[in-house]
């Protein structure tokens, strides 16, 4: 095989992948929680604290009014382990809203505060990539 024909077809397996990676568009869904920064659970958070997340989910339902789900309600809800070994739930919710390549989180009863931007993408195995604004990767697999 000639090596333009190799690349040409290295290329179009690549465009095909892209292409499938963005037809996954505007994240919804359930998910759970896989890693933060490529490691997996247990993770130390914030960073210093001695603090652990154990576990993770994440709900993201769109609206009744925009079935595409640019605009929605979220559910986020971590187990976290503190230092003194004791160990509890911790649950966030309210609305999200798709702007670009980011969402938008704004917990309910913090209407005043500026919302929470989290950019995402789309992973090679499906998997949903939530950057935060300090450059941490939270990893999360789809569940449904």
């Known amino acids: 095989m000639r090596k333009g024909r190799v690349l040409g077809t290295v290329a179009l397996a690549a465009l095909c992948a892209a292409l499938t990676h963005a037809q996954e568009g505007v994240p919804r869904g359930s998910f759970q929680w896989g890693s933060l920064n490529d490691r997996p ?19 993201l339902r769109p609206a009744a009014d925009a079935p595409d789900g640019l605009n929605g309600r979220f559910q986020l809800v971590f187990t976290l382990r503190v230092p003194d070994g004791t160990t509890s739930p911790t649950a966030v919710e309210g609305r999200h809203t798709a702007s670009g390549d980011s969402l938008l989180f704004a917990p309910d009863g ?9 950019r995402y993408r789309w992973l090679r195995d499906r998997s949903l990539a939530l950057t935060d604004t300090n450059g941490q990767v939270w990893a999360y697999t789809r569940q449904d």
């Open 110 to 118: 913090a209407e005043a505060a500026p919302p929470v931007r989290f």
């Open 41 to 59: 659970p247990p993770a130390e958070f914030p960073p210093g604290s001695g603090a652990q997340l154990l576990d993770g989910t994440l709900e």
